[in-house]
């Protein structure tokens, strides 16, 4: 697609109003801060709805608007999977982690696994997993804040990748997370009214009889579509281990993402917790399915009007087709929410990082230290770790939504898997969590060096007895399919072969789950861990089975 | 572990297990079943021969669901997000009686 010629003003009005409400949010938000409880979790005040309103805008990032329509031109089943598994993960993570995080009263990821496990190394690994995931998160959102810039307003992409970089950097910096969750409930606002209205004005232009509810409203144009492009609904017929490993990736991901599980700290108790979990995926489901009716729309536009978008405008075919058929007033509100779509997640990505670098490793390495220092450096931080993100946005890996598919494998392997152990099974202990951690994560990240980075084919990647099963369309996914399961069973067996944690630390599990008192036996079962070595197993095997049948 | 204690607690042990389950299903294994079962959901089902060259191609109809849907696309949307959506809710049901057990 190419660039507009001229400065599309509408659309730049509301793209600095809604930074500029962002800016003044955060400047209103700044008299709650007082303290650093205050700074990096809102003191533990936030409600349910508001952290669920603020997990929305997290969850969907530019990829929502940006990522996701190209996949579903390209592939619908896969964009569908990938997805569908992405909403229901949230789930997943209410299930395993959300509630049990809060009543830890930890502020970070990392700090709840270096104390559930007592160990400080387990905290300076968690820190470099997390800063690995997060920019590799980061970087693509911000480039695509700066391709929006560029591509819709008629900015050269370096000033909207500066100009969105640092107003995040300094709403951040002043408010918090108190600044960060009332902008990211205000950016879901934002999000869903400029999503939704419009995709709903494109549906009625294309003669969609229930365009007014967009997610199931086009339904009727389906016949149509079928005769035109017979094979639009067909699945994907690739190995069943893509579509399991893209379940381990989201569900473990996402728990292991610490940029979501940070907004379980900030809420009152585990009650809003769980209820702010299950409004996120509500709401996260209504945006989704929206976008494939979008991206529906898309292909019915093109196939069945003979309208031309080349491949490479993909990525913007939100924009195109809102600008087609609904007009330039509808654009600018749909640009608008694109804008607010980026914001929120770099905000939260940036909070987790100035968190991690300040609390967890500065504040681990100096524990004398006292909070108001911390405070201090805190601000400081932010701000530095803004402006490096910005100049890495401006050279970062290219295709957004894979990035961040790979950002879920890591942390899955690298965050999720101890997590997950250290809330369900008491005998798991920092020897079993190391083990895992390491090897899971670095299988990720070294296949995304070499895959990701270096652009090398998967099959001949130097990764003994499986790299030949990482085959077909999206193979490199079947690395999360590795990695994960490895964590799980070197958390499990180690933790077998080395001595028990401490009573201490094992009673912080039932303090997690609500009870009172301490019973040894509870959690303590050896059913999850056979459970998890088995069902590990059996992907790994399942991998290398029906070779002959997928295409290569 | 007293006998209330010990309800409760199997009680929340079984309930999240069997909602990660269904979760896990609705929401992440259920694209994979539709590839596996895929005469299920579709008219003609390739043979291998068929699928390596004209992988995609247009003899695989879908069969006809909910709503002007293909029946594994509607359920694979409601599902992973209605479906979800009512598997958190029923199971934070649970969990806040739970809770208000092992207050008192």
């Not at chain 1, 820190?127 to 590799?136: F, N, Q, R, T, W």
């Amino acid at each position: 697609m190419e660039p507009r010629g001229e400065v599309f003003v509408l659309g730049l009005i509301l793209s600095i109003i809604v930074l500029l409400i962002s800016v003044l949010i955060s400047v209103w938000a700044r008299r709650f801060t007082r303290n650093l409880g205050d700074y990096y979790v809102a003191g533990r005040s936030i409600g349910a709805i508001n952290n669920g309103l603020a997990m929305v805008s997290l969850a969907l990032s530019l990829t929502t608007f940006i990522g996701l329509t190209a996949l579903i031109i390209e592939g619908l089943y896969i964009a569908v999977a990938v997805y569908a598994s992405f909403t229901a993960a949230f789930i997943g993570l209410l299930l395993l982690a959300a509630p049990y995080l809060r009543r830890h009263k930890s502020f970070t990821t990392m700090a709840f696994i270096s104390e559930r496990y007592g160990s400080n190394t387990l905290r300076y690994i968690s820190v470099v997993v997390m800063m690995i995931v997060s920019v590799l998160y980061l970087a693509g959102n911000l480039k695509g804040i700066g391709i929006v810039f560029y591509f819709l307003l008629g900015v050269p992409e370096v000033v909207g990748i500066v100009v969105g970089g640092l107003v995040v950097t300094l709403y951040v910096t002043l408010g918090g997370m108190y600044g960060v969750t009332y902008n990211q409930t205000f950016q879901t606002i934002v999000l869903l009214f400029c999503l939704m209205f419009p995709v709903a004005i494109v549906l009625r232009t294309l003669g969609a009889s229930g365009w007014a509810f967009p997610p199931l409203g086009y339904g009727d144009m389906v016949p149509l579509m079928t005769q035109t492009v017979p094979h639009y609904f067909w699945a994907m017929v690739v190995h069943p281990v893509v579509y399991i490993a893209i379940f381990l990736g989201s569900f473990f991901g996402i728990i292991g993402l610490p940029h979501f599980v940070m907004r379980f700290f900030t809420v009152r108790d585990a009650k809003e917790a769980r209820w702010s979990t299950v409004l996120c995926v509500f709401l996260v489901g209504l945006v989704n399915t929206t976008v494939y009716a979008t991206g529906f729309a898309a292909v019915y536009y093109m196939q069945t009007q003979g309208v031309d978008i080349p491949t490479a405008a993909y990525d913007y075919v939100v924009f195109i087709l809102v600008e087609a058929l609904a007009g330039e007033g509808w654009l600018a509100l749909a640009v608008a929410g694109s804008v607010a779509a980026g914001l929120s997640t770099v905000a939260g990505l940036l909070m987790i990082m100035g968190a991690g670098l300040i609390h967890d490793l500065y504040g681990a390495i100096k524990p004398d230290v006292d909070d108001e220092k911390k405070l201090k450096l805190s601000y400081g931080a932010m701000l530095v770790v803004g402006v490096l993100v910005i100049l890495f946005s401006l050279n970062p890996p290219e295709f957004i939504l894979e990035a961040i598919m790979w950002a879920f494998g890591i942390a899955a392997a690298g965050l999720g898997v101890p997590i997950v152990m250290g809330i369900w099974w008491k005998r798991t202990n920092k020897y079993g969590v190391a083990a895992g951690m390491i090897v899971g994560s670095l299988i990720a990240f070294v296949s995304w060096i070499m895959i990701g980075y270096m652009g090398m084919d998967p099959v001949e990647i130097p990764f003994p007895i499986f790299a030949k099963y990482f085959y077909g369309p999206l193979g490199w996914i079947k690395v999360t399919a590795i990695a994960v399961p490895i964590s799980f069973i070197l958390t499990v067996v180690v933790s077998w072969l080395t001595p028990a944690p401490g009573e201490e630390l094992q009673r912080q599990v039932d303090e997690m789950h609500g009870w009172s008192d301490y019973d040894p036996k509870r959690y303590n079962g050896k059913g999850l861990p056979i459970t998890v070595i088995v069902l590990s197993v059996v992907v790994m095997w399942f991998m290398t089975t029906l070779y002959d049948m997928f295409p290569k | 572990m007293s006998s209330d204690s010990k309800k409760g607690y199997k009680l929340e042990v079984w309930v999240t297990a069997i909602c990660f389950i269904i979760v896990a299903i609705t929401g992440g294994f259920f694209s994979s079943i539709v590839v596996i079962m895929n005469e299920r959901f579709f008219n003609q089902v390739p043979t291998p021969e068929q699928l390596v060259p004209f992988y995609g191609e247009s003899m695989f109809v879908a069969k006809e669901g909910f709503l002007g849907f293909p029946m594994h696309y509607f359920w694979l949307i409601v599902l992973s997000w209605i479906g979800a959506t009512l598997i958190g809710a029923i199971w934070c049901v649970v969990m806040d009686r739970l809770e208000q057990q092992q207050r008192l």
